[in-house]
T-cell receptor, first 111, second 116 residues
Framework: GQQVMQIPQYQHVQEGEDFTTYCNSS?????IQWYKQRPGGHPVFLIQ?????EVKKQKRLTFQFGEAKKNSSLHITATQTTDVGTYFCAQALSGTYKYIFGTGTRLKVLA | NAGVTQTPKFQVLKTGQSMTLQCAQDMNHNSMYWYRQDPGMGLRLIYY???????DKGEVPNGYNVSRLNKREFSLRLESAAPSQTSVYFCASSNLSGTGYGQPQHFGDGTRLSIL
């Protein structure tokens, strides 16, 4: 079946350093969504990308969808302790109500 | 506006017991989902309901049943709980956009279930 892999699985950074997580698929993605889950919390939607090569920014977060629509990335500039959590990518299968989540990247920010 | 409400928040069961996890959404969404999340792992889809009156299996349906009671409510039932079903269970709801792509999912706070 379709799989969406994320790397790295874990990342520890010093506060102020940058962070990037990657989402890779063996097949072409129709779209990609990104979610953040704080420790002990529930996933919260961040953004959705649909177009090839699309780049969207939310303050210190930059989201990118690959030209071939097989990968996506989330980059955080100058991390803060509030960025701690697990970041998931997810694909909503086009024309269906079914979603496939990536394995997630757990970010720890050291003050 | 409560969003997605799950009950209970915590539950401890003995092996073989049964229980039903409740989920309700007030956003008028058509589709609803049940996921499980095991420590350090992502979300795995158990069952989903595209619309009232329909349910479909996800990745890990064995040992579970679901009921889409009405547009608002989607319950998950464990008929005979097993230790392997110890997990955090999340309910979510969403709609399908006009372009055919899923819209963002809204999650409940989760039910932390332990089976001894």
């Amino acid at each position: 079946g379709q799989q969406v892999m994320q790397i790295p699985q874990y990342q520890h950074v010093q506060e102020g350093e940058d962070f990037t997580t990657y989402c890779n698929s063996s097949t072409t993605l129709s779209n990609i969504q990104w979610y953040k889950q704080r420790p002990g919390g529930h996933p919260v939607f961040l953004i959705q990308l649909v177009k090839s090569g699309e780049v969207k920014k939310q303050k210190r977060l930059t989201f990118q969808f690959g030209e071939a629509k097989k990968n996506s990335s989330l980059h955080i500039t100058a991390t803060q302790t509030t960025d701690v959590g697990t970041y998931f990518c997810a694909q909503a299968l086009s024309g269906t109500y079914k979603y496939i989540f990536g394995t997630g990247t757990r970010l720890k920010v050291l003050a | 506006n409560a969003g997605v409400t799950q009950t209970p928040k915590f539950q401890v069961l003995k092996t073989g017991q049964s229980m039903t996890l409740q989920c309700a959404q007030d956003m008028n969404h058509n589709s609803m989902y049940w996921y499980r999340q095991d420590p350090g792992m992502g979300l795995r889809l158990i069952y989903y309901s595209a619309s009232e009156g329909t349910t479909d299996k996800g990745e890990v349906p064995n040992g579970y049943n679901v009921s889409r009671l009405n547009k608002r409510e989607f319950s998950l039932r464990l008929e005979s709980a097993a230790p392997s079903q110890t997990s955090v269970y999340f309910c979510a709801s969403s709609n399908l956009s006009g372009t055919g792509y899923g819209q963002p999912q809204h999650f409940g706070d989760g039910t932390r279930l332990s089976i001894l």
